[in-house]
């Protein structure tokens, strides 16, 4: 069966440890491919992103060059209003009705999804690839949430195939400690190892975060 992977996210900018924890989610759920979805409203973090949404777009169309593995949709980009992950689900349900889809998210993520909207019908509607991200430990997880990991981790081991959700697994690889916040505050003074050079160079030919 396909299984193809979704990783959402405000990629402001795009990074290294993004291409990292993609690669690896790639790579241990052996996926056919890994669709990278820029943000546009997601009403869910309080974050005030310093880019428009076609810009962050571009950035991450830049990306993805480095594994043929990697794709990107604007689907949230186009979208108007908030962008509800539940929505962004069923959108690639429809258009991939055979595969198995798999949504990439941190750890922190984890722990805040009880506040995601329709959160119970998500974790019914995709599979999940969690990724440890600093000190953030399973120890910390809702309430809401206990009983729910472990059965989807049996899940994935005792039915491993089929185009439902309900699954989850723990990735062995961790998010690398890149920040698209640090990158930000540090693009003036010129540090742009953290990002692809044809990232950087649309951030300096588009004159973004320059101060």
């Given at each position: 069966?396909?299984?193809?992977?979704?990783?959402?996210?405000?990629?402001?900018?795009?990074?290294?440890?993004?291409?990292?924890?993609?690669?690896?989610?790639?790579?241990?759920?052996?996926?056919?491919?890994?669709?990278?979805?820029?943000?546009?409203?997601?009403?869910?973090?309080?974050?005030?992103?310093?880019?428009?949404?076609?810009?962050?777009?571009?950035?991450?169309?830049?990306?993805?060059?480095?594994?043929?593995?990697?794709?990107?949709?604007?689907?949230?980009?186009?979208?108007?209003?908030?962008?509800?992950?539940?929505?962004?689900?069923?959108?690639?349900?429809?258009?991939?009705?055979?595969?198995?889809?798999?949504?990439?998210?941190?750890?922190?993520?984890?722990?805040?999804?009880?506040?995601?909207?329709?959160?119970?019908?998500?974790?019914?509607?995709?599979?999940?690839?969690?990724?440890?991200?600093?000190?953030?430990?399973?120890?910390?997880?809702?309430?809401?949430?206990?009983?729910?990991?472990?059965?989807?981790?049996a899940k994935n081991l005792t039915?491993?195939?089929?185009?439902?959700?309900?699954?989850?697994?723990?990735?062995?690889?961790?998010?690398?400690?890149?920040?698209?916040?640090?990158?930000?505050?540090?693009?003036?003074?010129?540090?742009?190892?953290?990002?692809?050079?044809?990232?950087?160079?649309?951030?300096?030919?588009?004159?973004?975060?320059?101060?």
């Open positions: 069966m396909k299984r193809i992977g979704l990783f959402g996210g405000t990629f402001d900018p795009p990074h290294n440890g993004h291409i990292h924890i993609a690669q690896a989610f790639a790579n241990e759920l052996e996926l056919e491919s890994v669709i990278f979805i820029p943000a546009g409203e997601p009403y869910h973090k309080q974050v005030v992103t310093r880019t428009t949404a076609a810009q962050r777009l571009a950035m991450v169309e830049q990306m993805i060059a480095v594994d043929e593995r990697f794709s990107v949709s604007d689907c949230d980009v186009v979208r108007k209003g908030p962008t509800y992950t539940i929505d962004t689900v069923s959108l690639f349900h429809q258009v991939f009705a055979q595969a198995q889809l798999w949504w990439l998210l941190g750890m922190d993520s984890l722990l805040q999804l009880p506040n995601w909207h329709r959160y119970e019908a998500l974790l019914q509607g995709v599979n999940l690839a969690i990724a440890q991200r600093g000190e953030q430990r399973l120890a910390a997880l809702p309430a809401t949430l206990q009983q729910w990991l472990p059965e989807a981790l039915t491993p195939e089929g185009n439902d959700g309900g699954r989850a697994v723990l990735l062995q690889a961790s998010f690398l400690p890149v920040s698209s916040t640090d990158i930000r505050k540090q693009w003036p003074m010129g540090n742009h190892d953290c990002v692809p050079a044809s990232v950087a160079e649309y951030i300096d030919r588009e004159r973004l975060y320059q101060a």
